[in-house]
């Protein structure tokens, strides 16, 4: 090979990177280091949103491995988390501007440990995301063909290897031999676990080695170390979250704040048919999946002692009921059935749709039409 041409035919946009950061700082960092830096390089560059949940989501990894990844930029001294009540109280930017490389952050992650008390909160591109104290995630060391050799051959991981390639229909790189060498010996995943971890991803249509590494890694820090446990966890995630964000048309893990309110809505115990409701109007009311609307239908609904479906049906016909009640026939004009919807809101502690409704002057808006086409 004499030599090497790099063909590249997309001008309309370029993406900047320092040669010092390929100098000094990639050669050292993980691969999914990299690309999470290289990403995020290239949104602030075009002045789009940085934000942990889309960028979990493009890479095809979770969110803990994108908040690993910027404490690690952040240690480097190669961008800087900020608390998120600093930044407003200061009316600074947003916490994310990342910093290029040769800059030094004002102070590294150990020092921003120190000073980060239990329950702040890390803010990047204004979306905050909190960092629970969790166990500390064993390091992951590079070993070579002989030494992952060692600890595979004669015991139960080989077995579960095999398995492994049989699910993705190739051979293993030693890349990824590596990582399941460490599951097993720095994780301590038993075999049986092991395999239903492989199982699991796969289901989910990830077969991404290094996003299989990424769950063993969650498992671990939320202490599941049996396949019940593991079984219990997806269990409640796809009985309690899939189901709302499909309801949504949101194709994707949900984000923290998202999160949030789902755990939220369950802890006032809804169940799921429920919520689903609530998100099919709230799509229907602002066209949009907005969870902070749902939450105030639901709140509602929770003031109005909703338990089931059949309850929000009987809500919506004292609704119409008294809507007909204040003088809004089926031909009355939009200022009267707006004043009778507004009239219920205020006089009924039962309605479930008691929140601030968009509102329009109906005569007026006809008038300036019928001015306008006169011109």
Known sequence: MDKIILKNTLHHTTTILPNEFIDHYMIKADGEYVKIYLLILRLMNQNLPVQIDQ???????????????????????????????????????????EML????????????????????TDSMAGG?????????????????????????????????????????????SASELNSFCYINDSLHFSSDLLEYLIEYCISRGKKSVRYMESVAINWFQQ??????????????????VFPVMKAFGINRNPGPAELDYIKKWNA?????????????????ATHQASFPYANRILDDWKKAGVRNVADIRSLDQKFHAAAQTDGAPEKSSGRQ???????????????????????????????????????
């Open 55 to 97: 960028l979990a989501d493009t890479l095809e990894l979770t969110q803990k491995d994108i908040i690993r990844a910027l404490k690690y930029w952040e240690k480097e001294g190669l961008l800087e988390l900020e608390d998120s009540s600093a930044a407003k109280a200061q009316n600074e930017q947003p916490a994310g501007q």
């Open 268 to 284: 006032l115990g809804f169940e799921t048919d429920i919520i689903i409701e609530a998100c099919n109007r709230t799509l229907l």
């Open 223 to 240: 202490g599941i170390d049996t396949i019940k446990k593991a079984k219990e966890e997806s269990s409640q995630y796809t009985q309690n």
């Open 128 to 172: 905050g995301v909190s960092y629970p104290t969790l166990p500390q995630v064993p390091e992951k060391k590079s070993r070579n063909m002989s030494e992952m050799e060692k600890s595979i051959k004669g015991t139960d991981l080989e077995q579960t290897l095999y398995m492994a390639e049989t699910y993705l229909g190739r051979p293993l």
């Open 337 to 375: 059935n707006r004043q009778a919807q507004q009239n219920y809101n205020r006089n009924s502690s039962n309605a479930f749709h008691n929140f601030e409704q968009r509102t329009y002057d109906y005569d007026d808006l006809e008038s300036r039409l019928l001015e306008k086409n006169r011109r």
């Open 101 to 120: 490389a040769g800059q030094q952050a004002g102070q590294t992650a150990g020092e921003a440990g120190q000073g980060r008390q239990a329950g702040q």
